[in-house]
């Protein structure tokens, strides 16, 4: 994460299973870029994988490009991860696009003993 272009992931996967175990992306993350920067982003505009993040210590924003199309199965579970910086679900999590409201069928992001209190 040594500049604002730097991300840990860009996927456009439609389907399958994406997990990071005890990962942590935190090393630089006192840079100013730090905030803004977006770390992990994933383009689900016609479809999704699962994400899981377990046990993570993560910096800067997660970002998830949505279209108006169902994206399926597909959805994110932080579980027991903690934030350099960005620790409300407001600042660390940017869905783009032209998603509306959730439906059944949408993107769920689920937030399971979070270690900055971040909420479903």
Same mark, same amino acid.
């Given at each position: ?29 006192? +840079?100013?870029?730090? @905030? ?8 689900? $505009?016609?479809? #999704? %994988? !699962? ?32 934030? +350099?910086?960005?620790? @409300? ?8 696009? $032209?998603?509306? #409201? %959730? !439906? ?17």
């Amino acid at each position: 994460m040594r500049n604002t272009r730097s991300q840990v992931i860009y996927s456009r996967w439609a389907d399958g299973h994406i997990t990071f175990d005890g990962c942590s992306d935190t090393a630089l993350g006192f +840079k100013s870029i730090s @905030t803004t920067l977006v770390a992990h982003e994933y383009n689900v $505009t016609s479809g #999704a %994988p !699962q994400i899981r993040y377990v046990q993570c210590d993560l910096v800067g924003v997660h970002r998830f490009r949505v279209g108006t199309a169902s994206i399926g199965r597909g959805g994110v579970v932080y579980d027991q991860c903690t934030r +350099k910086n960005n620790r @409300t679900h407001e600042t660390f999590l940017q869905v783009v696009g $032209t998603w509306t #409201a %959730p !439906q059944s069928t949408d993107l769920k992001i689920a937030n399971r003993e979070d270690g900055d209190g971040i909420r479903p």
